[in-house]
Structures are given as structure tokens and as C-alpha cells.
């Protein structure tokens, strides 16, 4: 994951916030593909734009198929499984809820390995990619 934004309502602002969070970290994104659903931030003129004037690949999924968006709904999945599901009722508020989300996110980039990656973590895999290219 190159960068991520978490907000109580889903809005401009904040996928805005979230790619400038990524172009801030990274100089060069050309070739990324970005993955996401078809809400209707993603759709806006606007963010085409953006993705186009830095090279970035848009993947969305359509409607009633999941497949291109496939890699953050599995990871969806995995966070709802492994951090929220038995554990919804721990969290009384949702800055309590933002913060373990922001932890498992940390977590699942920098600790926990996986099979499909070799056993590296996502970061690992990723920082070796770069360094090939």
C-alpha cells in the first residue's frame, strides 16, 4: 500500500488527501495501478486527470464485478477478519477504531508475511521491486 486516508464519509477531500500523500512519499508513481470501486469520487474528471498527468493506471471495478478491484477487497477482508470481526464491541469510539485500523494497516505492510509474496511482507516485496526497475 503506497498510502492510504481514513475519513468518517467518503469525499473528494479525502481521496485528494490520499494521492497527495502518495506523490509526497514517492517521485515517481508511473506505471502504479491505483485500484478502487466506482464511487463517485473516482469517476470525477478531476481525479482522471490527476492519475493521467502522473502516469498512474486506473483499475475500477464494474459494476457487479469485483475482479478489478480484487487485491483491496481481499485485503479488506483479511483486516475485517483478523481485526474487527470478534473484536466490534472493544471499540468505543471511533478514534479507538481509526487508530487499530491505522495499527493493522502498519502491521500487514511491515510484519506480516505472506506465502504469494515469497514470504516477504508487502513493503519487502515492494522496496525489491523498485529496486529492479
Not at 468505543?92 to 495499527?103: H, V
Not at 494497516?105 to 511482507?121: A, D, H, Q, S
Request: glycine residues 4%; charged residues 25%; positive net charge.
Amino acid at each position: 500500500m503506497i498510502s492510504y486516508d481514513i475519513s468518517r464519509s467518503p469525499n473528494y477531500a479525502q481521496i485528494t488527501k490520499m494521492l497527495n500523500q502518495a506523490f509526497y512519499k514517492y517521485d515517481n508513481l508511473e506505471g502504479l495501478i491505483m485500484h478502487s470501486d466506482q464511487g463517485w469520487q473516482y469517476q470525477k474528471q478531476s481525479y482522471h486527470k490527476i492519475l493521467k498527468d502522473k502516469g498512474i493506471i486506473q483499475s475500477m471495478s464494474r459494476k457487479g464485478n469485483c475482479l478489478d478491484n480484487s487485491v483491496m477487497e481481499n485485503f479488506f477482508g483479511k483486516m475485517k477478519n483478523e481485526m474487527f470481526y470478534r473484536q466490534e464491541y472493544e471499540f468505543e469510539t471511533l478514534d479507538q477504531l481509526k487508530k487499530a485500523m491505522e495499527e493493522y494497516i502498519k502491521y500487514y505492510n511491515e510484519e506480516r508475511i505472506k506465502v504469494k509474496l515469497k514470504g516477504l511482507t508487502p513493503l519487502q516485496a515492494r522496496n525489491q521491486t523498485l529496486c529492479l526497475t
